[in-house]
């Protein structure tokens, strides 16, 4: 489907996801202003009052922004709402978005028709995360206007399901806005991302990685050390399973290989469950593509790199000729 204005102004077709402590002001401004979507989670900004001033810095910057570039407008930015009964700031973060018009609203662990209702009021756009098609239809019935499947690979809290698998059963039935996660971390997969008819690539790990993210320099060398083999998908740290850098497990004491199971019903995002370490702070989430990054970087270079992977990739299909014989 055609993309609703702002979305059509994009450099590329990319949404930089919201990860939990690392984004912030600094990294949302910088992802808009190099082209692409940016988002933060709403519990980054602690106290609750800090995310009006949050929302007031991205506004006033972007605003600044397209008026000294014209030719070269900043990408709508978004914000993620944890809509999980644990989360008691919700309404109170829902009213701040309101005030500020976001126009990209993304929910996670719950979807509520009252917040699709009030972000369709004032305006604005929702997205939601999605493990499974049947998560993905109780979305679209309850009012979401777009899905965010979260595949096999995709850092943080994650399913289980491959993308060509999810992405076909959500396209027999859904022809809305979708944006793909799961282990995206080149133009490649871009690319790829759009030939399974998503609208968007979803990514977050790789940004970890950059000048302009809020995590440590241990974080952002494991990022650059990581691959695809040093993931591990467990449920201890918060009670819903996700991704995590072996590396950060082993260093907080623990045995990668060995993990108990923790009791989905006490649901935590910070406390690390049973444990002493905490999800997120001490165990650090990544995706299985960060083996595509080489190494800490400004925002800009990481979407100038991507942007030529993107292109390459294209030019690549087209000059196969075995391509466009069996395109025709």
């Not at 690390?272 to 800490?296: C, E, H, R």
Request: proline share 5%; with cysteine.
């Amino acid at each position: 489907m055609p993309l609703p204005a702002p979305f059509d102004r994009l450099r590329l077709p990319l949404i930089g996801s919201p990860l939990f402590i690392v984004s912030g002001p600094e990294l949302v401004i910088a992802q808009c202003k190099a082209g692409i979507i940016g988002s933060f989670p709403a519990l980054n900004a602690r106290p609750q009052s800090l995310l009006d001033e949050w929302l007031h810095q991205i506004t006033e910057e972007l605003a600044k922004h397209n008026r000294e570039n014209p030719d070269r407008p900043a990408a709508p930015f978004a914000v993620n709402q944890i809509v999980h009964k644990s989360n008691d700031r919700l309404e109170a973060d829902m009213a701040t978005c309101a005030k500020w018009q976001v126009p990209l609203v993304i929910t996670s662990l719950g979807a509520r028709t009252e917040v699709f209702d009030a972000v369709r009021g004032w305006g604005g756009i929702s997205m939601h995360d999605v493990i499974n098609n049947r998560f993905a239809m109780k979305a679209i019935e309850k009012g979401a206007d777009g899905l965010i499947p979260v595949a096999a690979g995709a850092g943080g809290h994650a399913g289980t399901l491959s993308p060509f698998a999810l992405m076909q059963e959500i396209r027999e039935w859904f022809d809305g806005l979708v944006a793909l996660s799961g282990s995206i971390a080149n133009g490649w997969s871009i690319l790829a991302a759009q030939a399974l008819r998503a609208d968007f690539a979803y990514m977050g790990s790789a940004f970890i990685a950059t000048k302009e993210a809020n995590a440590n320099e241990a974080y952002k060398q494991g990022i650059v050390e990581g691959s695809a083999e040093g993931i591990v998908y467990t449920n201890l740290f918060t009670g819903v399973h996700g991704n995590y850098l072996r590396s950060s497990i082993l260093a907080s004491g623990l045995d990668p290989d060995d993990l108990p199971v923790s009791d989905p019903s006490k649901m935590n995002f910070g406390s690390g469950g049973n444990t002493k370490v905490k999800a997120w702070k001490d165990i650090w989430g990544s995706g299985q593509g960060v083996g595509a990054v080489k190494q800490v970087g400004s925002v800009e270079d990481m979407v100038a790199r991507l942007e030529r992977e993107y292109h390459a990739a294209k030019a690549g299909l087209e000059a196969n000729s075995d391509f466009r014989a069996w395109a025709s």
